[in-house]
């Protein structure tokens, strides 16, 4: 194992320092580039594609192609890219995973490469977690790529076919991951060629790339149709599994696997008028009853997913944002539906599927950009061939990591930590408060409110705000709940005063499974 890991880090070290080298070259042209007029910098873009039409690579222009990216972003966006932020952006265009810090800049990082690789107009996709961030960037960075000549699409789910057609015609698009796999499916689906909206599968960054393609690889992608009624049986498995006892079933809470005991097979088969609730003849049957039981039993609503406006929405487990259109298999939602009281969907079969894992190793060229990757580098490069090359930080990390506080009961941890924000939100300062479940934000809440202390909570069942909501809790006296640190991808700028104050304070009410997300939400601060 000890091995394996110096294998990992002598392999990312070795890129960082090739890269670097290239960084240096495209450094000294800056005075080359500054010198150029608008209409000149404007002019590399064709350039640079006649060059490639003579047969030069992408090798070739690729100094030269960052330089001008860099230029062009300072007089278009007033951003200048650090040094550390071309290196990140080498790393992209090799096909390699950059961790960079958050707030150093990944969204102006991914301009270089993407540019770069639209030049040869076989399309570049830019993947974002939510839609919010892709309309951002594609309005933001847009404003540099069309400067430069190139176009700029936006995919978002509510478009239409030809809309879609028009976003991925364009020599670079912003989309979410889950808009760009079910577009896939769509296609896998559709009779004539022409009623595609993908034309291939060339190049994608993908921003949050643990998240997306680790975290997720296998959340499965489903396109439904062929509909099944069963309602009547889901109301009825449902009812008699809430007239169940404990003594009825057996729940292992490890594995969150729950079935019938011997005491509860009885009571099934007396229910339902049956001799041998395990014949053949009942397994629709024994299939409803179980996922009643699962429903009731292992599935936790505020947790595992909310009810909103009538409807069941899953939560996704890794990064607490709503799973809008997403349906769990086999008949387990309808019966969560059950257990809730409201409207039953129909069930479907499965039309088409796919996982992310397989979708993102289509691309004949992958890349990413996250602030916590290191601890997943094996899974990077066993499946998807990419290394994990850890971006220096443009200015020294003045966070201080303070040890963890364990507490006897929950009701202590959680007074010690209302007492901590009170003590700091008297003096200003600003509080991330992070936690691992919707249930437990509202609960931190709750205990805030009595205290008077005015704060925001974002979870998933107001996800539709986590943008704004991030962005001001670097402010003074601003206290903010994150669960599962949704809300990444939008920087936390911290307000006047607040360093003075000792920046932005960060709680963690509870370890992550993943040490990961611990680092996700540790790395807010101390920037």
């Not at 890219?81 to 390699?96: D, M, T």
Request: aromatic share 8%; hydrophobic share 40%; net charge negative.
């Amino acid at each position: 194992m000890a091995g394996l890991f110096k294998r990992l880090f002598d392999s990312g070290y070795r890129e960082l320092k090739r890269v670097e080298k290239i960084a240096n070259k495209i450094d000294a042209l800056a005075p080359v580039m500054k010198n150029l007029s608008d209409d000149e910098l404007k002019n590399k873009t064709n350039e640079f594609k006649q060059r490639l039409v003579n047969g030069e690579t992408l090798e070739d222009l690729l100094v030269e192609a960052f330089a001008v990216v860099r230029e062009a972003s300072t007089r278009v966006l007033g951003m200048t890219p650090f040094y550390v932020q071309l290196v990140g952006g080498l790393v992209l265009h090799y096909g390699n995973v950059a961790e960079m810090k958050t707030g150093e800049g990944k969204t102006l990082t991914a301009t270089m490469p993407a540019y770069l690789n639209a030049l040869t107009g076989k399309g570049v996709h830019i993947v974002t977690v939510n839609e919010y961030l892709a309309r951002r960037d594609a309005t933001d960075m847009g404003r540099l790529f069309n400067w430069l000549g190139l176009s700029v699409g936006l995919n978002l789910h509510e478009m239409s076919r030809e809309e879609k057609q028009q976003a991925f015609s364009c020599d670079i698009t912003y989309t979410t991951n889950n808009e760009l796999a079910f577009d896939y499916l769509r296609d896998n689906m559709v009779l004539y060629q022409k009623d595609m909206v993908l034309r291939g599968l060339n190049y994608a960054i993908i921003d949050e790339v643990d998240s997306i393609i680790i975290d997720e690889a296998r959340t499965p992608l489903i396109i439904s149709g062929g509909k099944k009624r069963n309602a009547n049986l889901y109301r009825a498995a449902d009812a008699f599994v809430k007239s169940l006892t404990t003594e009825d079933y057996d729940y292992d809470l490890r594995t969150r696997n729950v079935q019938l005991s011997e005491q509860g097979i009885a009571k099934a088969e007396k229910a339902f008028g049956i001799s041998n609730l395990f014949d053949v003849s009942h397994a629709v049957l024994l299939h409803h009853i179980n996922n009643a039981l699962k429903a009731n039993i292992v599935m936790q609503r505020d947790v595992d997913y909310v009810v909103h406006n009538g409807e069941v929405i899953i939560v996704d487990p890794f990064t607490g944002r709503l799973m809008h259109g997403r349906q769990w298999s086999e008949g387990l939602h309808q019966a969560v539906e059950a257990k809730e009281g409201v409207k039953i969907k129909e069930e479907t079969m499965t039309m088409a599927t796919i996982t992310f894992q397989n979708f993102f190793r289509m691309y004949n060229k992958l890349a990413g950009m996250t602030g916590t990757a290191k601890t997943e580098e094996e899974e990077f490069l066993d499946i998807y061939n990419m290394y994990v090359v850890e971006v220096p930080t443009n200015k020294p990390v003045i966070r201080i990591d303070d040890e963890d506080l364990i507490f006897a009961t929950k009701d202590a941890k959680y007074k010690a930590l209302v007492e901590d924000v009170l003590e700091r939100h008297k003096k200003g300062q600003p509080v991330l408060i992070g936690t691992i479940a919707v249930e437990t934000s509202e609960l931190i809440s709750e205990y805030l409110r009595k205290k008077g202390i005015k704060h925001n909570v974002l979870n998933a069942k107001n996800h539709e705000r986590e943008a704004e909501i991030i962005a001001h809790a670097g402010e003074k006296y601003a206290v903010t709940i994150a669960t599962n640190m949704a809300g990444r991808g939008t920087d936390i700028k911290l307000g006047p005063g607040v360093v003075e104050l000792g920046g932005l304070a960060v709680l963690g009410t509870e370890r992550h499974e993943s040490r990961r997300i611990d680092n996700q939400l540790r790395g807010r601060s101390g920037r």
